[in-house]
């Protein structure tokens, strides 16, 4: 993948085959504004075509904040509902879409549409001094960017309901007891834990993930007996990959595998 050239609210670092996306408009808490959509758009289309240089995708932001969300200086309030069909909801089927895993290291608050597209990720780390905050209701709107669907999948609907009508921040810890979020983790330490875990993936059977997201959000709608089927076949692609043979090789020679994501 070679890395965009010219972008101004993102900031962006491959290696190990981890790309390292970092929000960047500190100033204004790194909310999402039409040109910082358009600069998530181009790098996760490139992502997506490129399973083979990127593995595993670390998004985390800078300053004090993940995302406040939506910058409400540079909106058209008259068109909120353009606004989440052009930029929001694509971002959150790319996210869910991606063959490989998604990290979010929740660096500060993360409000509103930012705290939902923390939520998004397949693994979320968080600062222990990060809050995580349904602020949509100081407004008078709803949740967007996936929340009615992700919150009480995570919580459960009594505590979804909470937090969205009160719109209470919920501490790292917190998050973390509840089932919102993986893992609270001390501010200093977050940096290389969260670059850690993402290196450690990306080493890994990355198809296998793949296949294992896929599953995971179908489980949402399907039955018992239509999961089982998509398991069976499932596990029948996984099987004919070249990770599953390299896996069973190295097992049987007792050495460390060497997966490709093929």
């Known amino acids: 993948m070679r890395l965009p050239d010219g972008l101004e609210h993102i900031g962006l670092r491959l290696e190990a085959n981890v790309l390292c996306i970092t929000l960047n408009r500190p100033e204004r808490l790194n909310s999402l504004n039409a040109a910082l959509h358009a600069e998530l758009r181009e790098v ?38 353009d606004v989440v069909e052009r930029d929001y909801n694509p971002l959150i089927r790319r996210i869910a879409s991606l063959d490989m895993p998604v990290i979010a290291a929740v660096n500060g608050v993360a409000a509103g549409a930012g705290c939902n597209i923390a939520l998004a990720c397949d693994i979320v780390l968080a600062a222990r001094s990060a809050t995580f905050i349904q602020s949509f209701e100081q407004l008078g709107l709803v949740p967007d960017s996936g929340g009615t669907w ?12 909470a937090l969205v009508m009160t719109g209470e921040a919920v501490s790292a810890e917190q998050a973390e007891a509840w089932g919102m979020i993986w893992r609270a983790i001390d501010d200093d330490a977050l940096a290389a ?20 997201k896929r599953l995971l959000r179908l489980a949402a709608t399907n039955t018992l007996d239509q999961q089982l089927d998509l398991e069976r076949d499932f596990q029948q692609s996984a099987s004919s ?22």
């Not at 969260?194 to 198809?207: D, H, K, N, V, Y």
């Open 44 to 81: 996760l289309a490139q992502v997506a075509t490129a399973a083979g240089t990127v593995r595993c995708v670390l998004l985390t932001g800078s300053g004090r904040a993940f995302s406040a969300g939506q910058d409400l200086a540079e909106l058209d309030l008259s068109a909120l509902g």
């Open 150 to 161: 992700i919150l009480p999948r995570l919580v459960g609907h009594a505590r979804a309901n």
């Open 241 to 262: 990959t070249e990770d599953f043979r390299e896996g069973v090789n190295a097992f049987l020679e007792k050495r460390a595998p060497a997966f490709k994501g093929r």
């Open 193 to 212: 834990e969260s670059e850690a875990l993402a290196a450690r993936l990306a080493a890994r059977t990355t198809i296998g993930y793949a296949y294992a």
